[in-house]
């Protein structure tokens, strides 16, 4: 008995090969960001309080496109540790943006996941369980002053 090939899956497995390697393909950035990316983006906010404006830069994750989705928000500000001011989001962000970052420094902008809240560091830290939002440009000597304050948050 003679075996006789089907000359139609020839054809088709040899077009899908073809195919496979001249279509474009998306470039590797395209494809998938980090969602704990630490590029900084065109989102930029300003918050102020008792009389002073902070204005910050956020990164391209997707923590920080949902916070920066929330604004304008009124919120409280005030003193947590000795290395940073607290402010409670009215909702938790999606965790998507998350990621262990070694590199904190002063003037970062954070979410800490377990108390839906921002953590706006002005000193050295250290802590499990944050996602980094983004970065402080201007104005953050704000960050020292002592006390309990309104916080307006909006888009710049």
């Known amino acids: 008995m003679v075996s006789q090939s089907n000359p139609l899956t020839r054809r088709t497995l040899l077009g899908a090969a073809l195919a496979a390697t001249v ?3 998306p470039a590797s950035s395209q494809q998938r960001k980090d969602p704990a990316s630490q590029e900084p983006t065109d989102m930029r906010i300003t918050m102020t309080f008792d009389g002073r404006t902070m204005t910050a830069t956020l990164y391209d994750n997707p923590s920080a496109r949902d916070f ?3 604004l304008p928000l009124d919120l409280t500000i005030e003193n947590y540790a000795h290395n940073e001011k607290i402010a409670y989001l009215p909702r938790k962000l999606t965790e998507e943006g998350s990621g262990a970052f070694g590199n904190e420094r002063p003037y970062d902008l954070c979410y800490f996941v377990p108390w839906g809240n921002l953590a706006m560091f002005y000193a050295e830290y250290r802590h499990p369980g944050l996602i980094r939002l983004g970065r402080f440009d201007g104005g953050h000597g704000a960050l ?4 309990k304050f309104p916080l307006h948050i909006e888009r710049i």
């Open 23 to 25: 279509l474009p393909r």
């Open 68 to 70: 920066f989705a929330m």
């Open 144 to 147: 020292h002053v002592p006390g």
